[in-house]
């Protein structure tokens, strides 16, 4: 498209213009899938290699990664081979992982009911909350409001290293410290659903409420009638976001619970990876289920959900 | 409803569409502006005022509670000598805080992992939300590829990424092919850029959508025109597409910012307790405080941290503003 091109004549440039624009475009594309296809297996080659050793008998993992973790493995009695080698497909499919965690050492599996015991409260409540706490940030406009509204902003952003020392100041005055309500109460009472329901609620025409207002109906039945219908998919989308904020916890257990017994499966692993390393690969991929398992189901919701989330002001 | 009733809102009450600007004129003044002519205040009004208000009241109270009052008292602490005597000794333990040594490398080390993270997930993510912008095969795939990081809890793959990164790990027997030198990577001053790395996985999908859903309200028609007017698509991307993206970029920088801070999670499940000296973060600096109930520190630190937060979410949003202002006219 230089200016040479541009001083012939009109047929002529018209032939000589679009294949160059064709050819830069099919070069972009290329590029553009390239750059993807190397993401994409960078991306999913850990959680892949991850399931796949979950399939490997013991022997294998330590013939494999033994020299990774020969400090750390238990005794030296399997061959243990010089380097690492990494491996996609098991030499032969063995269930003895899952077998040993499942039925033989019910330590792993209670962590992971520590986990889901820690973290389904704390979805359900904070939902119910932060939408009740929705519905009265959008239904009426006011100054106090706002700044209300803004601090939750403010709060929501505010990292772990902030929050945790006011927590660990109330769970010691309740005396609720190396309880469950140390993780649950403040998890609870967390911001960021008010914010993403409010940012939705508040879209809704005020001529909806006005009108069920109008056919008598109170507050109570206007939340329950008009707003909560509409925002079903919403609330199903901060949902998931809870999830896996709170799944992947991993600095409230450390500080707020002191006997690891009470230790959700997020921080428990790191021990076991020092550890039975033989049986890590299992208890990790357990863990991913969970969180696969909502990914498969409402990855639509959860792009919907990380959407709203864009734009911090509502 | 009120607050961006007036301007979201046709006669009609369909939502109207809004372009990202105007979205932004809407919440800026969201709550300053009301109808100009003063209506007088109906019974509904005050229903709607204090029906809702009570609705509010469970979040506020709790948020009170655990967040708000507790932070007050963090601000008294951070100003006495000790919980027992409470002798009142003002700024003494910000100035013992900020000069001891492990919190001023916990501060060197999680300032620089941000610095070098933040940008770079930034650039990655808008990159790939480019490339999947585009109508290239597998897009929902790759789409999905990308995101499923963010699901997986960093403690089942921490085991891989020990795999790789030990010194007998396979990126070590990788390099090692083309004659390089192994290096015990979580235990050198490279561990940083593992982390980094870490990092990137877990966090570029999640920007990468921000991305994508922005550079689909790009308005279309302004688009059409441009390259009526024969603009090649760089200057499209540079001049139109980039300016919409402004506010979502301030955003982008925000979460990661946030997320940066939630990396010692990573380090912790890979290293525990005791990492590598240029991975010692600030949360690590802290579960020490925490282990010797050093409430005075913890509080000094903590408001200190506050503060600068502040600031940068201040000075970010202010710079959303300011963009954001260029669109609407």
Redesign the interface.
């Known amino acids: 498209?230089s200016a040479r091109m541009e001083n012939k004549g009109r047929h002529s440039r018209r032939a000589l213009h679009i294949s160059p624009r064709k050819l830069?475009k099919a070069i972009?594309?290329t590029?553009?899938?390239g750059?993807?296809t190397f993401?994409?297996i960078?991306?999913?080659?850990?959680?892949v290699?991850?399931i796949t050793n979950s399939f490997m008998a013991p022997s294998e993992i330590s013939a494999n990664?033994g020299?990774?973790?020969a400090t750390t493995s238990s005794g030296g009695r399997q061959f243990v081979a010089?380097?690492?080698n990494?491996k996609f497909i098991p030499d032969m499919v063995s269930f003895s992982q899952y077998i040993t965690v499942l039925f033989k050492s019910p330590e792993y599996l209670l962590k992971f009911w520590n986990s889901v015991f820690l973290v389904v409260p704390i979805m359900i409540f904070q939902l119910l909350?932060?939408a009740?706490?929705a519905?009265?940030?959008?239904?009426?406009?006011?100054?106090i409001?706002?700044v209300?509204f803004f601090?939750?902003i403010?709060?929501m952003?505010?990292?772990?290293?902030?929050?945790?020392?006011?927590?660990?100041?109330?769970s010691e005055k309740l005396q609720i410290l190396d309880t469950y309500w140390a993780i649950w109460?403040?998890g609870?009472?967390s911001?960021f659903s008010?914010y993403l329901i409010t940012k939705y609620?508040?879209?809704?025409?005020?001529?909806?409420?006005e009108a069920a207002?109008m056919d008598g109906a109170?507050?109570w039945k206007i939340?329950t009638g008009v707003c909560m219908p509409l925002c079903k998919g919403i609330i199903f989308s901060t949902g998931i976001l809870v999830f896996?904020d709170y799944?992947?916890m991993?600095?409230q257990p450390?500080?707020l619970l002191s006997d690891p017994e009470r230790y959700p499966?997020?921080?428990y692993?790191?021990k076991i990876?020092?550890g039975e390393?033989s049986l890590?690969?299992a208890v990790?991929?357990i863990?991913?289920i969970p969180?696969?398992l909502?990914?498969l189901y409402g990855?639509e919701y959860?792009?919907e959900g990380?959407?709203y989330?864009?734009?911090?002001?509502? | 409803m009120p607050q961006t009733g007036e301007q979201s809102v046709s006669e009609y009450g369909i939502p109207k569409k809004r372009f990202p600007g105007k979205k932004r004129e809407n919440a800026r003044t969201a709550h300053s502006r009301r109808p100009r002519i003063k209506r007088k205040r109906t019974k509904r009004d005050l229903i709607a005022q204090w029906g809702s208000t009570l609705f509010m009241a469970p979040s506020v109270i709790g948020v009170l509670l655990f967040f708000v009052i507790p932070f007050c008292v963090v601000i008294y602490y951070s100003t006495l000598n000790n919980p027992i005597a409470k002798e009142f000794v003002g700024l003494e333990n910000f100035k013992l805080v900020s000069s001891n040594e492990a919190f001023r490398n916990a501060v060197r080390n999680s300032a620089l992992f941000s610095v070098i993270a933040v940008p770079l997930a930034v650039v990655l993510s808008l990159i790939l939300a480019i490339a999947l912008d585009n109508k290239i095969p597998f897009r929902t795939q790759f789409r999905s590829f990308f995101l499923s990081p963010m699901m997986v809890p960093v403690a089942s793959v921490v085991l891989i990424w020990q795999v790789l990164f030990d010194y007998n790990g396979a990126f070590n027997e990788l390099i090692g092919k083309f004659g390089l030198e192994k290096v015990d990577y979580l235990k050198s001053d490279k561990a940083i850029f593992v982390v980094v790395v870490l990092f990137l996985w877990k966090n570029l999908g999640y920007n990468m959508i921000l991305f994508l859903a922005a550079l689909s309200s790009v308005p279309q028609d302004i688009i059409e025109v441009a390259t009526l007017e024969s603009a090649t698509p760089r200057q499209i991307f540079f001049k139109i597409k980039l300016r919409y993206l402004a506010s979502t970029m301030v955003f982008v920088t925000i979460m990661s910012l946030i997320n940066s801070f939630k990396i010692f999670r990573e380090v912790y499940l890979l290293t525990t307790d005791y990492p590598y000296e240029t991975i010692y973060m600030l949360q690590h600096y802290m579960n020490n405080k925490f282990r010797k109930l050093d409430y005075q520190a913890l509080s000094a630190g903590a408001i200190m941290m506050s503060l600068v937060m502040i600031v940068i979410i201040l000075i970010l949003f202010a710079a959303d503003h300011h963009y954001g202002k260029d669109l609407e006219g």
Do not use: H
Request: hydrophobic residues 55%.
């Open positions: 498209m830069k972009f594309m590029l553009a899938t750059v993807c993401f994409a960078l991306f999913l080659t850990p959680i290699l991850t990664y020299s990774v973790f010089e380097r690492v990494l909350i932060a009740l706490a519905y009265g940030f959008a239904r009426y406009d006011g100054k409001r706002g209300i601090a939750y403010i709060l952003l505010m990292p772990y290293q902030v929050t945790l020392v006011p927590n660990y100041l109330v109460l403040p609870i009472f911001p008010v609620m508040n879209r809704i025409p005020t001529s909806l409420i207002q109170g507050e939340f896996i799944w992947n991993v600095e450390l500080i499966l997020s921080v692993l790191s990876n020092a390393i890590a690969f990790a991929t863990y991913m969180t696969l909502v990914f990855e959860l792009v990380i959407t989330q864009g734009g911090v002001k509502a």
